[in-house]
């Protein structure tokens, strides 16, 4: 028999202030939903939001509602005051996924030593995954890349399809 193909459905949100103000373009968001829609992902639409916890957690609440299966976040990472997107998603999600964060730092690391300042986290909200990335374009980019083969896997899993294949 064969398995039905399932359409997954991914969001991204840009976390910043100055492009949710309309006075920086938004660069990192369009080009992780390129990735996303490349890789075969739907409704790869952007959202913009300031930083600030309640819009984020809002959002992050809201794709969850909306049956998304994915929500990168993008910017609002680092150590700047403002910077609030891992406080936003650990006050909303139910659980870490912490090997995720863990390989996008250690393989960022690779092309930058700024990688360890980023407090990205990775947590699930119900059945959606939530990964929260640099906002620099390139980290943002580099850090999904680096976990976009383990997606599929772990959307099945949060689906509820736990079946394993013998490999």
């Known amino acids: ?13 840009t976390v910043s202030d100055r492009c949710s103000a309309g006075t920086r373009e938004d660069v990192s968001g369009p080009r992780v939903a390129g990735v996303l829609r490349a ?47 891992p406080e936003a998603t650990l006050g909303v999600c139910d659980r870490l996924v912490p090997g995720f964060a863990e390989l996008m730092r250690s393989e960022g690391l690779k092309q930058t030593r700024f990688a360890p300042l980023s407090r990205g986290v990775c947590a699930t909200l119900r059945t959606m995954l939530v990964l929260n990335l640099p906002g620099s374009p390139a980290g943002a980019e580099s850090s999904l890349r680096v976990v976009l083969d383990l997606l599929p896997h772990a959307l099945n899993l949060l689906a509820g399809d736990t079946e394993h294949t013998a490999v």
Do not use: K, N, W, Y
């Not at 028999?1 to 949100?13: C, D, S």
């Not at 913009?48 to 929500?71: K, M, N, Q, T």
């Open 1 to 13: 028999m064969q398995q039905a193909v399932v359409l997954r459905r991914a969001r991204v949100l």
């Open 39 to 85: 890789a075969g992902f739907a409704d790869c639409g952007v959202l913009i939001v300031p930083d600030e916890i309640g819009e984020i957690a809002s959002e992050l609440r809201a794709a969850a509602d909306e049956g998304f299966s994915l929500l990168v976040t993008t910017g609002g990472t680092g150590l700047a005051i403002r910077d609030v997107t």
